[in-house]
């Protein structure tokens, strides 16, 4: 373990480091503190000092999220295979091995069933260490399934998403799943339960170009990253300096593009009243 | 993501591929030989046989096309647009303009017109032609506005009933700050959603180049269709390259790599037909290709006429949502290996 771990600062967009606070200390990227570890890890990975939010790992974020006890996991056993022999400087078969040592996971998304002041609901949360949070055919299958088991259950939907886009080495077939998943959450919408998304940074990509912009209801965390298209792209397209803030969730904030930005610690309330507010109403 | 122009050899007004160079000057040589020959008949045996060896030689030429050199045919400078394609086969287009909430986006073109005998909406992409309208369509690349263009078209044609058909032809939505502040996510994912859920039948065809979430905005089909050498992938494979190699030299190798051809998507289940282009790609006889694809939409839609408004969705949704590629093990304790 690290004695020391330095962030890098939050406005270096093509170097921000994603990786969650694990040394004694941890230097904020936000207001340059040093922060102890261990309170930063009491108060869910966000700075005490300037509120600045670190990544946070899926299974806390369950823990955060959900009622004590609730959370059932489903679809675990659904792996990623290489359709397309896909290789770059590595293989796609030896990257995936690499991605679930290190995440402990089968790939970039976790699914199941929980509750939220006892409110069930269809829960995915993205694991953004495994690859990027990077959508393939198993995310796109995950996902698809989290909105066919809420339109089966007439329940709720509710998706964090964290993922730099499609994922390159299953090709057409990551593209694919923007459809699936979209067309699927169609069909939940059509009954009229709702799905909330909420934004973790990044969002961008295919899964900001599908499900996660289609919430009924989209919130986001405080500076996430959300966008189509990448900073680097854009600037190497128009050749200019990005506005200020760009892409930032206040930046959609104002721009009409999210209904609420909504602090870490606020989020499992918040939830908890707009899904009293827009759930399936309860037998009287 | 930007990119770069096929490389172009230039000779007389004819844009041309450096693969293509060796058919094209034989080509030349023949009319330069008719030309001289000036209808004397000793001359032809010989003008003959070198048509035969032009068409041999492009016959091999194209018979051992490298994926890169099919992205640089779908990128042809004189390959048929959108355009081009509703002129011959929709003879009577009226062509239907913005979105309703901020701009009309020249890159989407859309309207209605008589297609095998019955009323349908055309969409598409469009790239401009000469510089200027190049400039003026955005090179094809579309705004919000232009996704928003087309789900207005698109929910007029399922309340009227009409079929509808859409051309892709892009190199990927436009990644601008405009694009990005009137919300290109939003737009494209709202197609997506819009699509799945329409009750008319939906015929696409990539006409060529299939680039990405902004291609993929117009091709939520029944049936998806592909010319021989368009091209279809998650991302350019520039931008591949660029990211997983960290060299966009490597697009020829990224191009092979993520299997965009029209061969590799009907052998992955995503295209369910390959139509045929002219001898030679596309840009070598508009007229064929237009007949070649007018008579692929034609048979497709003809089945889908067939079929009741919900057994479309239906349809259309069991499409999509078998497509991926996983292994699933009832045993949480004994993950398969990839």
Redesign the interface.
Known sequence: MAWYKREDREDDLSEEKRSVPAGVFTKCPGCRAVLDTDNLNKNHNVCPQCEHHFPLASARRLELILDPGSFVEADATIESVDPLGFRDSKKYGDRLRAARRVSGGADAVRAGSGRIEGTPVEIGVFVFEFMGGSMGSVVGEKVTRIFERALERRAPALVFSASGGARMQEGVLSLMQMAKTSAALGRLREVGLPYISVLLNPTTGGVAASFAMLGDVILAEPKALIAFAGARVIQNTIRQRLPPGFQRAEFLLDHGFLDKIVHRNQTRATLASLLKLLGPRAQS | ??QTAAPLVRAGDTPMLDFERPVVELERKIEELVRVSGGATELHPQIALLGARARELQQKIFAELTPWQKVQLSRHPARPYTLDYIERLVPDFIELHGDRRFADDPAVVGGFGTFAGMPVLVVGHQKGRSTKEKVQRNFGQPKPEGYRKAQRLMELAARTRRPILCLIDTQG?????D????????A???S??????LPVPIVCAVIGEGG??GA?AL??ANRILMLEYAT????SPE??AS???RDDGKKA??AA????TATD?LR?G?VDEVVPEAPGGAHRDHDLSARNLGEALRRHLAELLLMAPEALRND??QK??H??????????AA??P?
């Open positions: 993501m930007a939505a436009y990644p601008g700050v694009a990005e502040e009137r919300g290109q996510a939003e494209i994912a709202t997506l959603e819009i699509m799945a859920g990405s979430g993929l091709g939520v279809y992938s998650v991302i931008g591949c990211i997983l190699w190798e990224a790599a993520m299997k965009m998507l992955l995503v259309r949704y999509f949502r497509m991926g590629a996983f292994v699933e093990s009832g045993d949480k993950p398969t990839a």
